[in-house]
């Protein structure tokens, strides 16, 4: 249900229907509409977790992606990306009715042909990355050195692409499999620019103090020419670790969902729906988490 025109309503959004306007897609947090010649995108605070949507909402979650992403793309200057604009007031008017229930949570993007290849930056050494790591000396195919330590920086960043699954995981593929899927220009101009934004990206955050230790990122293709679409650099794409308090050699506390997988993962689940309730403190924890992910990295109150 929508508030009135002028109210702001402050409940969780689980879902968003917006009678007239066609929607075409509905993702794990993004519900996406049809506006003609550009798409909607609006942020719920659906969150998911090992491939499960949870049942419960974590409040203010989707401004806080749609408001970060906003951030860096108009950060980003070097990177171009799908954004018309993020304001309301600059919607079109078949969407007036329902700009409360949007403000906030929601950016009006270019149409673009989205590309099969989900791109992995790694900085440091964590997740799957790490179990690699353990099991082979090595990660997303990447030779490493010996020794190295749960949530260790990596020599440099590494490019580990992935294949994108309509159901289920995602796939790690090598750098070999990602140029013979879209082509080798393609796909050194998918590694370089991936890296280079991610190079930014930590750099920023840094002085902000939050180590970005990995994140994934996914491109489109508008008249030919490429451009970064979805999110950027968000606690849901990426690890958000506080700097004051890492410490390597053991697994970080973060700002992002990793709160919740660590909270499931103790939790007697097989990682098949439907997946354990999170109780009230871990949804006020994680909203916490992700509203002062927000105010650090941008020096703004939500």
């Not at 090992?50 to 951030?71: H, Q, T």
């Not at 790690?172 to 370089?192: E, K, P, T, W, Y």
């Not at 955050?205 to 230790?213: D, M």
Request: charge should be negative; hydrophobic fraction near 40%; aromatic fraction near 10%.
């Amino acid at each position: 249900m929508l508030p009135a025109h002028g109210v702001r309503s402050m409940q969780p959004m689980t879902h968003c229907e917006l009678p007239g306007i066609p929607k075409v897609a509905s993702g794990k947090v993004r519900e996406i509409f049809d506006l003609g010649d550009s798409l909607l995108f609006v942020a719920t605070d659906r969150i998911s977790a090992y491939d499960c949507i949870l049942a419960e909402p974590i409040p203010r979650k989707g401004e806080v992606l749609n408001k970060i992403s906003a951030f860096w793309f108009e950060k980003f200057d070097f990177a171009p990306n799908h954004v018309i604009t993020t304001d309301p007031a600059h919607f079109p008017a078949s969407l007036s009715p329902f700009r409360d229930e949007l403000a906030g949570r929601s950016m009006i993007v270019k149409k673009a042909t989205p590309l099969p290849v989900e791109c992995v930056v790694r900085g440091y050494l964590a997740g799957s990355g790490f179990a690699e790591y353990t099991a082979t000396g090595k990660t997303g195919g990447y030779d490493l050195p010996e020794g190295l330590r749960m949530a260790d920086a990596l020599p440099e960043p590494l490019f580990t692409p992935a294949r994108k699954a309509q159901t289920g995981h995602d796939e790690n593929i090598s750098f070999a499999q990602c140029r013979s899927m879209v082509g080798d220009d393609l796909a050194h101009q998918l590694r370089d620019l991936s890296i280079e934004i991610y190079e930014h990206g930590r750099a920023y955050a840094a002085q902000r103090g939050i180590i970005i230790a990995d994140t994934k990122f996914e491109f489109g293709l508008i008249d030919g020419d490429l451009v970064i679409i979805d999110e950027i650099l968000t606690p849901d794409s990426s690890r958000f670790w506080p700097a004051e308090s890492y410490e390597a050699g053991k697994n970080p506390p973060s700002f992002d969902k990793q709160f919740v997988r660590d909270y499931l993962s103790a939790q007697p689940w097989d990682k098949t729906p439907p997946p354990p309730a999170l109780p009230p403190a871990i949804i006020e924890q994680t909203s916490a988490k992700y509203i002062e992910a927000f105010t650090q990295l941008t020096g703004r109150q939500l």
